[in-house]
């Protein structure tokens, strides 16, 4: 026996080599599909993350836009009530006017005989400043002339 060769077994037999083989192969390939499978379910957790942030955003612009229509309402409402108002004072101004008219010609006609009576004492006073007088006839045609300007400006008031 002797010359028998002695057989010599691998440490690790053909077939739990390739067992070992299909287990290592199959850990990658399951540690592979599990990151890819990570990287996806992070990548569906940022785009949920993203919708969030845009409905957020719609929200928002939602109620901007109700909170801008309630403004232009209240806008309208008041821009209505002022139109009003301008149309019952425009009225009232014509309502006024109508009244006021036979006022408005008396005072018309005083002014006009005051400016009448002014030009004419303005005349007189210069004529009895450039005359020929002795002082006292000067003097006592200005005290007259004065107390006719007194009256005047009565009739004015």
């Known amino acids: 026996m002797s010359n028998h060769k002695k057989l010599v077994?691998?440490?690790v037999v053909p077939g739990e080599a390739l067992v070992q083989t299909?287990?290592?192969?199959?850990a990658?390939?399951?540690?592979?599909?599990?990151e890819t499978q990570?990287?996806?379910?992070v990548a569906k957790l940022q785009v949920a993350k993203e919708a969030i942030a845009a409905t957020k955003s719609f929200f928002e612009v939602l109620k901007s836009y109700n909170e801008l229509q309630a403004t232009r309402a209240e806008w309208e409402g008041r821009v209505t009530a002022a139109e009003t108002a301008v149309q019952k004072a425009q009225v009232?101004?014509?309502t006024a006017q109508e009244?006021?008219?036979p006022k408005m010609g008396e005072l018309e006609q005083s002014l006009e005989a005051q400016t009448r009576l002014l030009s004419l004492?303005?005349?007189?006073?210069?004529?009895?400043?450039?005359?020929?007088?002795?002082?006292?006839?000067r003097k006592e045609a200005?005290?007259?002339l004065l107390q006719l300007s007194d009256r005047i400006v009565q009739l004015k008031k």
């Open 38 to 41: 990570s990287k996806v379910e």
């Open 28 to 34: 990658k390939t399951l540690r592979t599909r599990l």
């Open 99 to 101: 009244n006021n008219k």
């Open 9 to 11: 077994l691998p440490s």
């Open 121 to 137: 004492f303005d005349e007189v006073m210069k004529e009895v400043t450039d005359a020929d007088l002795s002082d006292d006839v």
């Open 92 to 94: 009232d101004l014509e």
């Open 142 to 144: 200005r005290q007259y």
């Open 22 to 26: 299909i287990a290592e192969e199959s």
